[in-house]
């Protein structure tokens, strides 16, 4: 059953960049040819022999560089990568878009790819017409989508508007067409980009749940870009972690998702800490330290943490409250404290240093951020909202379990327990 | 196609500088997306106008009007035979609107589908393959002009015109012929967008569209023939007027094998360059 679907072999592609001193001229004009072509014709006869000079306002570029991996048939994969690390071209290349410049790609079974939501919509053409258009844009043949029209219509949600011209659509509406047509395609291997950001979030999770049914439920293999971290663990299992052309990582999707979390980060940040600007005026957050049981922000599981904050108070109020979130990598908020009770901070101005104090930090392995609210209750103003601050580690090293090393992921919390055996007479 | 679930166990391989060999199987399996690009143009054209369809008849029968009185009427130039001048003029007309549209949708039709080429893969050759079929079924519509024209100056045409559709053919094959390389050649050189109208702008008075081609001194004949559209309004003239109508067939000849060699250099050049449309355009 585990047949190779795609199969990738040194896989590179190369691009030219010019460096045009002229601005906007994009496009090669046929008369630079025949200029270029004449100057060059020229030069050969005065410097007869003289070695090819490398062109200053060319440059290479490779935008993959030995890229090889398997795919396995029902594999769900995840691509991920920074801004230019060559996702998009992977992809284009995979989908025959474009060719690759050396390498090799072997592929079996039909591939349907979707890099774009919307792709040969026509805006003065109805939403009827335009599923036919797309569908067959996409690879369906007349009679699939006649047999699947009324499944994308009541998919996007959009019966009432069927005969509209889709210029007169709202960008919601648009989109939830666009991505229902491309859904339900029924391809061996589908290659989605990142088109998934689209819509509401019910949408949104509609979307991610009709993926994931491709995926698992259908058998089909599916390759994935996203910059979502939560999409992309939700959907795939293994990942593929691309920087500047290469692949970095390939493998566990926790691991690639870490690896890629961690190589966004600033380095020069130190651990545990933040620091306000010095420029800052107002009521603001001086600084932040997480007081880890271990150096270097690394938190044992089940130790105590202390987190201690400075506020700098130019305006005293009242109603002055604080409170702040632990978020994980994924930024998804788990714990939120709250300091709602009167101190010293609201009423004197200057810097006021107050802690918090968790007797026992339950979150499972992983990095942590933190978010700050503070504001002014009454008129209900928000003051100042820090996000991704004072980065700490958990680590479960102090805390062994048995034959079974722990996994990233696992979940999120560990809670105390107390298993017990039960007879039964 | 119509079996998705079956996983088809032949491999496709992507390798650098490979000329699939799966091509014109993908073009096959392609096919109805000739039809649905055609449709969506046809269908576009006419939204929001308020006489629709009626626009490709108004058209060529102005032009053909105009024709009429500046060439026969005015110039007094002679018909052939005892054929009416105004069907003279249609009977040249038809392919020569046919070309000149063909020739400038399918040139910029890569351009204004540039959305899809760089996003979806399919034979790309089926663009401006599907701008010709668009300007084909306009051809349809205004021949029927042309009935009306016989009907009114009840003007019977002979067993000639059975041969008709072998003319059209030719003209398929000049205008895809043309329309490739100008497709092609405009991903890279948009200069192209404004040769164009000129050829086609030309060409009107270059072909003998409002003139009998036996005008052209016969020591100039053989040259006149290098333009391809040349053999086929002559062809067409020989066989919807008939009678006194004559071929020059070693100027057909050539005009036939210059268009032979346009559709196949086309496909040649379209297929050398169609790799790169995705990274160009």
């Known amino acids: 059953m585990s047949e190779n679907m795609i199969s990738v072999e040194n896989l590179s592609k190369k691009y030219i960049i010019a460096h045009q001193q002229e601005q906007g001229s994009r496009y090669k004009a046929l008369r630079d040819v025949i200029a270029d072509g004449a100057k060059s014709f020229a030069k050969s006869f005065i410097k007869p022999g003289g070695k090819k000079m490398p062109n200053p306002t060319r440059e290479e570029f490779w935008a993959l560089k030995n890229v090889s991996f398997e795919i396995q048939q029902g594999e769900a994969i995840g691509v991920i990568g920074r801004n230019g690390a060559g996702k998009s071209t992977l992809l284009k290349v995979l989908s025959r878009i474009t060719e690759p410049t050396t390498g090799r790609i072997g592929i079996k079974g039909r591939v ?25 844009v996409l690879g ?8 699947k029209f009324d499944e994308i219509v009541a998919f996007a949600e959009v019966e009432k508007f069927l005969d509209t011209p889709v210029k007169r659509y ?25 088109v998934l950001a689209v819509g509401d979030s019910a949408f949104q999770k509609k979307c991610l749940g009709k993926m994931g049914d491709v995926a698992t439920k259908e058998g ?86 202390t987190f201690e904050f400075a506020l700098h108070i130019e305006k005293p109020h009242d109603s002055l409250s604080f409170s702040f979130q632990i978020v994980s990598a994924l930024q998804q908020p788990i714990n939120i404290f709250w300091f709602f009770s009167d101190a010293p901070f609201r009423h004197k101005q200057g810097t006021h240093i107050f802690r918090c104090e968790i007797p026992k930090l339950r979150l499972y392995m992983g990095s942590y951020t933190l978010t700050t609210w503070l504001s002014e209750r009454r008129s209900e103003t928000l003051l100042e909202n820090l996000s991704d601050i004072c980065e700490f580690e958990v680590s479960m090293h102090n805390l062994e ?8 992921d696992e979940c999120t919390y560990l809670e105390d327990a107390i298993w017990q055996t039960v007879e039964k007479h | 196609m119509n079996s998705p679930k079956i996983v088809s166990k032949q491999e496709l391989v992507i390798e650098a500088g490979r000329t699939e060999q799966q091509y014109w199987k993908d073009i096959w399996r392609y096919r109805e997306l000739f039809y649905f690009l055609a449709w969506r143009d046809i269908l576009v054209r006419y939204k929001q106008t308020a006489i629709g369809m009626l626009w490709a008849l108004i058209r060529p029968f102005l032009t053909m009007i105009v024709f009429s009185v500046i060439f026969g009427s005015l110039a007094k130039l002679p018909s052939e035979g005892a ?40 034979p790309r050759l089926i663009v401006p393959a599907s701008s010709v079929i668009v300007s084909f079924v306009d051809f349809l519509v ?6 009306g024209l016989m009907a009114w100056y009840n003007f019977v045409p002979t067993w000639r015109i059975l041969s008709l559709p072998l003319f059209i053919g030719i003209a398929f094959a000049a205008s895809l012929g043309v329309g490739l390389w100008f497709a092609a050649l405009n991903v890279e050189y948009r200069d192209f967008r404004y040769i164009v109208p000129f050829i086609v702008q030309f060409g009107l008075y270059v072909s003998p569209v409002g003139f009998s081609s036996s005008l052209i001194p016969e020591q100039w004949r053989l040259l006149y023939y290098l333009n391809p559209m040349v053999g086929v309004i002559d062809g067409f003239r020989w066989a919807i007027l008939g009678g006194e109508s004559k071929l020059y067939w070693i100027g057909f000849t050539l005009s036939l094998g210059l268009v032979a060699l346009l559709l196949v250099s086309g496909i040649w050049y379209f297929r050398k360059m169609e790799r790169t449309f995705a990274d160009v355009i």
């Not at chain 1, 939501?117 to 009827?128: D, I, N, Y």
């Not at chain 1, 666009?178 to 029924?186: N, P, Y």
Request: hydrophobic share 40%; glycine share 6%; with cysteine.
């Open chain 2, 142 to 147: 205004s021949a029927m002009i042309l009935l």
């Open chain 1, 401 to 408: 379990r048995v034959n079974y090393p722990w996994q990233a």
């Open chain 2, 83 to 122: 054929a009416p001048y105004p069907i003279l003029v249609f009977a040249a007309l038809l392919p020569w609107q046919f070309f000149s549209n063909a020739l400038s949708e399918s040139s910029n039709s890569l351009i204004s589908n540039a959305n899809l080429i760089s996003k979806v893969y399919f």
């Open chain 1, 112 to 136: 349907a790819s979707l890099l774009e939501v919307g792709t040969g919509f026509h805006p003065e053409l109805t939403g009827r017409e335009n599923i036919y258009l797309n569908g067959s």
């Open chain 1, 140 to 147: 369906m043949s007349r009679a699939e989508i006649k047999k």
């Open chain 1, 170 to 194: 709202s960008s919601g509406m648009y989109v939830r067409l666009a991505f229902s047509v491309a859904a339900h395609l029924e391809p061996e291997i589908l290659i989605v980009d990142e």
């Open chain 1, 220 to 305: 089909r293999t599916v390759l994935f870009v996203s910059h979502s971290m939560q999409a992309i663990n939700q959907l795939t299992k293994r990942c593929i972690l691309l920087s500047k052309g290469n692949i970095q990582f390939d493998g566990h999707t926790g691991k690639a998702v870490q690896l890629y979390l961690t190589g966004q980060k600033d380095e020069s940040a130190s651990p545990a800490y933040y620091q306000a600007p010095v420029n800052k005026t107002g009521n603001h957050v001086a600084w932040v330290r997480a007081h880890t049981s271990e150096e270097e922000g690394i938190h044992c599981w089940g130790k105590p943490i």
